[in-house]
């Protein structure tokens, strides 16, 4: 919706997702976006404005009981990552990808409305996992990984209370940093 205001598009782009639910209690996906980033009026016409974007994602979740996991795959390719950084002297990378395993156990007896999910999760994503077609040198910083353990309040369908202590880690540095972390979700 553009509330009235002028929609723009230079080239159109494409996304969907599936998923399979064929097994109770777990729910497998795959996703795609395929296009060009967006740019108003007459900047689409400069080059190095505008990139190519392929992404493919995998997802499962299941759930049994008191005991839940999920996580998820991308991998994205960028064209002309070379002249937007160029353009903009950044340093976007041409390949990125990451994925993420979580596993949580609800705290609360059965049969309640409430949860409180203890869980765990690992993450490792490389937003440089490709760089020569960017024109640019590889960072390794850029190849992260992260530990996440805390407790989920599902106070009622749709709300959630988080709090979490992560541990920070990338390809470049031995050293990880620690970060602590409260939120509320609301989703309807």
């Given at each position: 919706r553009q509330k009235g205001a002028e929609?723009?598009?230079?080239?159109?782009?494409?996304?969907?997702?599936?998923?399979?639910?064929?097994?109770?209690?777990?729910?497998?996906?795959?996703?795609?976006?395929?296009?060009?980033?967006?740019?108003?009026?007459?900047?689409?016409?400069?080059?190095?404005?505008?990139?190519?974007?392929?992404?493919?994602?995998?997802?499962?979740r299941y759930r049994n009981k008191r005991i839940s996991a999920r996580g998820q795959y991308i991998h994205a390719l960028i064209k002309d990552a070379d002249a937007y950084n160029v353009r903009y002297e950044t340093n976007l990378g041409s390949e990125l990808k990451g994925w993420y395993a979580e596993l949580a156990y609800n705290l609360i007896p059965l049969g309640k409305e409430q949860r409180l999910d203890a869980f765990l999760r690992y993450e490792a994503y490389d937003t440089h996992a490709a760089t020569l077609d960017a024109g640019i040198d590889r960072d390794l910083s850029y190849n992260r990984d992260e530990w996440t353990f805390g407790l989920s309040y599902h106070v009622a369908p749709g709300a959630v209370v988080k709090g979490d202590y992560q541990i920070l880690g990338d390809a470049q540095s031995e050293d990880s940093k620690g970060q602590l972390n409260f939120g509320i979700g609301v989703w309807f």
């Open positions: 929609s723009t598009i230079n080239s159109p782009n494409f996304s969907t997702k599936i998923d399979y639910y064929g097994i109770p209690g777990l729910r497998l996906g795959i996703s795609g976006y395929f296009g060009r980033s967006q740019a108003e009026d007459e900047v689409d016409q400069l080059e190095g404005t505008d990139v190519g974007i392929s992404m493919l994602g995998l997802d499962a």
